[in-house]
């Protein structure tokens, strides 16, 4: 049963800027803190934001000031603007969920972006 479902990855060029969007079942979605990680081939899964039921979203500093996260409480939605987007910005981004966004109890299938330079 697939619980997160993620869309809106791709291909752009730099500068460009594009949304995620990652829709979860409401139980889900209403218990617990969201967030969106990114992985480079070989490398470990990253945590760059994140937004909890009560306050409001962090930023890992490689995507302060670029990306924003918010979540829709009427669609059980989440998402990821990303703007500025750079070449090093080029990852499979997962959308994850759980009391401790550290350690999600939930994962996405996990969307491509690409940035070209």
């Known amino acids: 049963q697939v619980q997160l479902v993620e869309s809106g990855g791709g291909l752009v060029q730099a500068g460009e800027s594009l949304r995620l969007s990652c829709a979860a079942s409401?139980?889900?979605?209403?218990?617990?803190?969201m967030g969106w990680y990114r992985q480079i081939p070989g490398k470990e899964r990253v945590l760059i934001a994140f937004?909890?039921?009560?306050?409001?979203?962090n930023y890992a500093d490689s995507v302060k000031d670029r990306f924003t996260i918010s979540r829709d409480n009427a669609k059980n939605t989440v998402y990821l603007q990303m703007n500025s987007l750079k070449p090093e910005d080029t990852a499979v981004y997962y959308c994850?969920?759980?009391?401790?966004?550290?350690?999600?109890?939930?994962w996405g299938q996990g969307t491509q972006v690409t940035v070209s330079s």
């Open positions: 937004i909890t039921i009560t306050s409001g979203p």
């Open positions: 409401g139980s889900i979605f209403r218990s617990n803190t």
């Open positions: 994850a969920a759980g009391a401790r966004i550290y350690d999600p109890n939930y």
